[in-house]
């Protein structure tokens, strides 16, 4: 009995992984066809779309679905995407960025404000908190891609503006706007990325709790949950060994 309920268990949580992975898969698509759309199918000149080849390459998403995604760009539908940012407080006091992609604004809009008010949260003008953030690419790599002074090394040599090393990984920095070019370099040296994304860094922390951090959390769950909802951040901090607790429940 106890290893039936084991393996019931095991296929939950595979079945819980494909739907994440299904629903990321889902979100890179609709951001390689906006990008396409935007400028031209061809990555070498559209470096948009170039970036968002290059995130879902380092999400392990099929090239097949990322030529889908750019045909899609050119097959003549009617599916329009805009896109929209949203900025609100959380729970305690914590600053929200939320990116969505959007086909229907009234309906988003409704949504992320619902989640919001929902989670103990409002939402609110914008500008209201992306004053307290910086925009800056991240790239991603695993520690077998090198020692930590040859991943230096390279992220000097292709521009980067700051490598942080651990024991699982490294987190090399740049500027939003040499992102694409910094990631190509490194690619090149390295070899592909664990990931290759453009965020919104806090230069402005909200210290919380423990149960400050698991409502924040929940609300972060729920944004990312929803279709639209591509990119959320937020500036809040909690101990590391909160944080360690929190992400083993």
């Known amino acids: 009995m106890a290893g039936h309920s084991q393996f019931k268990n095991i296929m939950h949580r595979k079945g819980r992984q494909d739907k ?3 629903k990321l898969f889902s979100k890179l698509s609709r951001e390689i066809t906006v990008a396409a759309k935007m400028g031209t199918p061809d990555p070498d000149m559209n ?22 995604a750019i045909s899609k760009a050119s097959s003549g539908d009617d599916e329009n995407f805009e896109e929209v940012r949203y900025e609100g ?10 990116e969505a992609l959007t ?3 009234n309906r988003t809009g409704g949504a992320v404000r619902s989640y919001f008010t929902k989670h103990g949260g409002n939402l609110g003008s914008s500008g209201s908190v992306a004053h307290m ?19 230096l090394e390279a992220a000097i040599e292709a521009g980067a503006d700051d490598v942080q090393s651990s024991e699982d990984s490294h987190l ?3 500027t939003f706007d040499t992102l694409g070019t910094v990631a190509g370099e490194l690619e090149a040296k390295l070899g592909e990325a664990e990931s290759v994304k453009a965020v919104w860094q806090p230069v402005i922390t909200a210290q919380v709790d423990e149960d400050g951090a698991q ?5 972060i769950a729920t944004l990312e949950d929803d279709d639209d909802v591509q990119n959320v951040f937020t500036n809040f901090d909690v101990d590391e060994e909160i944080m360690a607790k929190l992400t083993a429940a």
């Open 103 to 105: 086909d229907n604004r």
């Open 133 to 151: 953030f910086n925009r800056v690419g991240e790239i991603t790599y695993p520690a077998s891609a090198g020692s930590a002074d040859d991943v």
């Open 20 to 22: 994440i992975r299904s």
């Open 215 to 219: 409502s924040i959390m929940k609300l």
């Open 47 to 68: 470096p948009r779309l170039r970036l968002a080849v290059q995130n879902a390459k380092a999400q392990s998403m099929p090239k097949d679905n990322i030529d889908r």
């Open 172 to 174: 090399i920095t740049t």
């Open 89 to 98: 407080y959380g729970p305690g006091g914590v600053a929200v960025l939320v």
